[in-house]
């Protein structure tokens, strides 16, 4: 990952932050919603959430994790291209290093060399960057439905009120541990990447930050999507043997 990856993550978060700074100045969310936005994004993540919660025992949270593992099912093709783009980083990773040490000293040729490396290898460095980049709508639309509509954030799930924070912080603390290990998981093929690693370490401050602020239908949202994708992870890297491990170890 590169630092405009990072700015992306970033500037995902702050969008997601800046879209809920008036949550009383937007209209309840309905069947009668005009606009793209709301008709085609928001509406429909309400309905869904509230069809899962009523077929399920008027249980919202499970309705929330079912609309999680529909979203999750629909990107599904990104996350597959993105980690099959991971698995050839790992691939030229010796050559990237290569690449670093003969030119440490002049960073314009190393990132030279190393763009043509990627063409070479038919690595797409930015492929990473797309499904938090198809996520951003899905996120912020979430939170809108969640927010203007009163089914959903009257709601109470476990010591849960879905439309206030979290009063013990469980949640988001919850959010920033699988936040870690998914990035853990999704960062082993570029343990050599210093960007890479820091960024393992401040998205997960970043997501605590931001989900004490936000309600906790959210950061239920977050934490029920990192469990899919560290699944997903687990399981898409072990087809073929390709886990990536710890830098000295073997794959099994």
């Known amino acids: 990952m590169s630092r405009r990856t990072l700015s992306i993550l970033m500037l995902t978060m702050l969008v997601l932050v800046l879209s809920g700074c008036n949550p009383q100045a937007a209209a309840p969310i309905g069947p009668d919603a005009t606009g793209i936005?709301?008709?085609?994004?928001?509406?429909?993540?309400?309905?869904?959430?509230?069809?899962?919660?009523?077929?399920?025992?008027?249980?919202?949270?499970?309705?929330?994790?079912?609309?999680?593992?529909?979203?999750?099912?629909?990107?599904?093709?990104?996350?597959?291209?993105?980690?099959?783009?991971?698995?050839?980083?790992?691939?030229?990773?010796?050559?990237?290093?290569?690449?670093?040490?003969?030119?440490?000293?002049?960073?314009?040729?190393?990132?030279?060399?190393?763009?043509?490396?990627?063409?070479?290898?038919?690595?797409?460095?930015?492929?990473?960057?797309?499904?938090?980049?198809?996520?951003?709508?899905?996120?912020?639309?979430?939170?809108?439905?969640?927010?203007?509509?009163?089914?959903?954030?009257?709601?109470?799930?476990?010591?849960?009120?879905?439309?206030?924070?979290?009063?013990?912080?469980?949640l988001p603390i919850i959010a920033a541990i699988t936040t870690y290990l998914q990035s853990k998981m999704m960062g082993q093929a570029n343990q050599g990447n210093p960007q890479m690693q820091m960024m393992i370490i401040m998205m997960p401050l970043m997501i605590l930050a931001i989900a004490v602020t936000l309600p906790s239908a959210l950061s239920l949202y977050w934490v029920y999507g990192n469990l899919f994708t560290i699944v997903q992870t687990y399981f898409l890297y072990r087809d073929k043997g390709n886990m990536p491990t710890p830098k000295g170890g073997a794959s099994k």
């Open 37 to 170: 936005w709301d008709k085609y994004f928001v509406y429909p993540l309400s309905w869904l959430i509230k069809e899962s919660a009523l077929i399920l025992g008027n249980n919202y949270g499970l309705g929330i994790l079912v609309a999680t593992i529909i979203i999750r099912i629909i990107v599904l093709p990104l996350m597959v291209k993105q980690i099959k783009s991971s698995k050839k980083m790992q691939e030229i990773q010796p050559e990237m290093q290569k690449i670093r040490d003969k030119h440490k000293n002049d960073p314009q040729k190393a990132q030279a060399e190393t763009m043509a490396l990627f063409q070479k290898s038919g690595v797409n460095p930015l492929a990473g960057c797309l499904p938090m980049l198809v996520q951003m709508p899905i996120l912020i639309a979430f939170y809108h439905a969640i927010i203007r509509t009163t089914e959903i954030n009257s709601q109470t799930f476990l010591w849960l009120t879905l439309g206030e924070k979290d009063p013990y912080y469980i």
